[in-house]
């Protein structure tokens, strides 16, 4: 409703409104008490006036001290049936301050409220305006317009409804509340879940960089001297590795377009992610041929496409130890590739693809393996492994150094959720 939320958004208005809902019916009782006496107790009308302005300034602050309010108006109405014998329409105050406590304090504290006024009043009551004959009463000097019968009625059943409206909106307000909490949860659950996905997003570009730079130019490097050494002994070579280059060179450039092209502006509209480029490992060795390393690819069992995830995978963790054998043992005699089926399945194991890239001949390679690189080659080459649900392992062998990697060709999304 216009006024419900009007009033929500306005709780001063609220507040207000209240207040003249007590003050001016009651304001109108104590005027015509003044106006019509003629009995010389004008002073009553004037008291009423001004235990009706009390009660009202009181219910102006109800929202801000809910309890302190209702002791207040408790002990109005005691005063005014102990001096005028009149309630002075303070049940209905008294019903004003018990909701504002049941709507904003638990439920155990608005029953103590509602039986500490009632138990007040309803004395009071019971003391100075019943017919009961009390010896320590005042002598009845006026006639009283209110009676105890009517009086308890009233405040008994205001407070009742009071306390029922209070408290359900005081749930209503709880449920809202938490719905409010749950979305802020939820909205702070996306924010971080969207900055995660940027952070692999990021993560991933900076994988594909390095693949790009780290290969790319290690291999370019290496074709350009070669080509520079064989460029007055052997023209012909040197113009085939300076071929090789420029291949090389426009590849990375490729791929380079390729990576960057997911670093678009905010505004631009959602794309899925850039695929990574598929590596023939055929023309990798040769490329890696080319810049003079003796590369030679061996295959056991059914080795799976290079189409299949698990596979790219693998083929990339060659081109990475391969580009760190050309980087830091350009001299090795034998460098080799192996790839090996594993399928023990039928013995209750998985089907594994094992990886293994050994260079030998080159002991002058291992010092500056150790002391040269930022190891980030290798973080790269374990966590692709891991994706796949396998292991890699890197160290020196002999006279040279050998990654040996182990990835998962089987689903292995089951086991690693249970």
Known sequence: MPIRRYLAQHPQVADVAIALWFVAPSMTNALLVVAGDTTGTAWRGWAFVVVTLAAGALLLRRRQAPLLVASGIALLGVASMALLRDSSSLELAAAFTVYAVAATRPGWLAWSVLGAQAIAMLGAATLFLSDIPVPSARPVEFDSSTSFGPFSSVLILGQLIAIAVGTGVRGRRQHV??????????????????????????????????????????????????????????????????????????????????????????????????????????????????????????????????????????????????????????????????????????????????????????????????????????????????????????????????????????????????
Do not use: K
């Open 177 to 418: 509340a938490d719905l409010v909490a749950r979305a802020n949860a939820l909205a702070r659950d996306r924010e971080h879940r969207s900055q995660l996905a940027v952070a692999a997003e990021r993560e991933r570009i900076a994988h594909e960089m390095h693949d790009v730079v780290a290969h790319s130019l290690t291999v370019m490097v290496a074709l350009a001297e070669g080509a520079r050494a064989a460029s007055a002994a052997d023209p012909a070579r040197s113009h085939d590795a300076l071929v090789a280059l420029t291949a090389t060179g426009r590849s990375a450039l490729g791929d380079m377009r390729r990576v960057l092209g997911v670093l678009r502006d905010s505004d631009e509209p959602e794309s899925a992610p850039a695929p990574a480029r598929a590596i023939v490992l055929d023309d990798l060795a040769d490329q890696f041929r080319a810049a003079g390393l003796p590369v030679r690819v061996i295959a056991r069992g059914d080795v799976p496409p290079p189409s299949m995830p698990a596979r790219a995978a693998a083929d990339r963790i060659v081109q990475e130890a391969l580009t760190n054998t050309l980087r830091y043992a350009p001299e090795a005699e034998a460098v080799i590739v192996e790839l090996r089926r594993r399928d023990e399945r039928e013995a209750g194991g998985q089907d594994w693809l094992d990886v293994v890239i050994a260079d030998h001949g080159s002991p002058r390679a291992r010092p500056p393996r150790r002391g040269l690189g930022t190891g980030r080659g290798i973080i790269g080459m374990r966590e692709r492994a891991a994706m796949h649900g396998g292991t890699l392992t890197a160290g020196p062998d002999g006279d040279g150094w050998r990654v040996h990697a182990t990835l998962r060709l089987d689903d292995h999304t089951e086991d690693a959720a249970g």
